[in-house]
């Protein structure tokens, strides 16, 4: 990877940043790693297994996202390019796993006894099956919850007769 810049130390906080920006975009970058970063153009490859996700990612909102990424890192001005190459043996993982959640304070941990066995049993059945319901066509249609969706969707209820 010829680089002006260490991408391989520069590739977690970038997927990180993009993360936080838009967890849609952070998804594709996870499979994406860094090709290099030369007179400051980012070139992201995508492993051939995963070249047919390119075209969700390769489109101006992205670049825009991640050269604003960039330039909130100290890249002012980086532009984007986003190409098929195969992931380098030696590539790390792409973003640091979230870290887990810290445990409450211990005023806050509930002191509830365990259940007994037949407790746990009895909270692990199956819940029962829900039972069919008639509903009232006038009482539905005069639902507001209902006339609001109607209303905003332009929609009409019709009935459907099997």
Known sequence: MASDVDVQGLWPNLVDAIGR???????????????????????IGFDPEFADHIGMVDNVKNHSLIATKLAELGHP?????????????NFAASAPAPS????????????KPAPLAAE???SAAAPPA???VQLDPGEFK???????????????IVEVRA
Request: hydrophobic residues 45%; proline residues 13%; charged residues 20%.
């Open 21 to 43: 920006a838009s967890p849609f975009a952070r998804s594709y970058s996870l499979e994406a790693h860094p090709v290099s970063f030369v007179k400051n153009v980012l070139t």
């Open 77 to 89: 001005g980086a532009q984007v390019k986003i190409i098929k190459a195969e992931r380098p043996d």
């Open 100 to 111: 887990a959640p810290a445990a409450p304070p211990p005023a806050l941990v509930a002191t």
């Open 120 to 122: 746990r049993a009895a």
């Open 130 to 132: 829900p039972r069919a």
């Open 142 to 156: 005069n639902d507001p919850l209902i006339k609001k969706a109607l209303e905003v969707f332009k929609g009409t």
